[in-house]
């Protein structure tokens, strides 16, 4: 299936929007719309750090292991995601590029690797349900950073 890629303007420099996603505990600050029940394991940030969550989406809910397989500070962040009892494979990465007017932009690209029968026949509907979850995301990240950067500012 052909990936779907979101992305979102930041005011934050991209040093501090790679330590804020670094740590996959904040991920659930800006996902729990769709993501929810979590339970981490692993080290809390880097590489290795993993998370399973219950994904809701499309009026299904599946439990979905997450784990961060490359990071390359501070420019990006790629995570491994398996689910559907192994079936559905992807890769969920986040690049943080410096814009030319100060700040950064934040994209996350989700590919699937591997897919079950299902996902590929209702494709379309299933790339626009991952857009629109990860737009709210991306939207969400921001309150989130700001958050971060104010709370650290203080």
């Known amino acids: 299936m052909k990936s779907v890629t979101v992305s979102i303007d930041v005011p934050q420099t991209p040093e501090q929007v790679y330590d804020f996603l670094d740590v996959m505990a904040h991920h659930e600050r800006f996902t729990n719309h769709y993501l929810t029940n979590w339970r981490y394991s692993g080290p809390g940030r880097g590489i290795g750090s993993c998370a399973t969550?219950?994904?809701a989406l499309g009026g299904t809910k599946t439990d979905v292991a997450i784990e961060v397989v490359e990071a390359a500070p501070p420019r990006r962040i790629v995570e491994r995601n398996v689910s559907a009892a192994g079936r559905r494979l992807a890769?969920?990465?986040?690049?943080?590029?410096p814009l030319r007017t100060g700040g950064s932009r934040v994209s996350f690209t989700y590919a699937w690797a591997h897919t079950p029968l299902a996902?590929?026949?209702l494709a379309p509907v299933v790339r626009a349900t991952i857009r629109r979850a990860n737009q709210a995301a991306m939207r969400r990240l921001a309150t989130e950073l700001a958050r971060h950067a104010s709370a650290a500012g203080s």
């Open 91 to 97: 890769h969920g990465t986040y690049t943080i590029e």
């Open 119 to 121: 996902d590929r026949l």
């Open 53 to 55: 969550v219950t994904a």
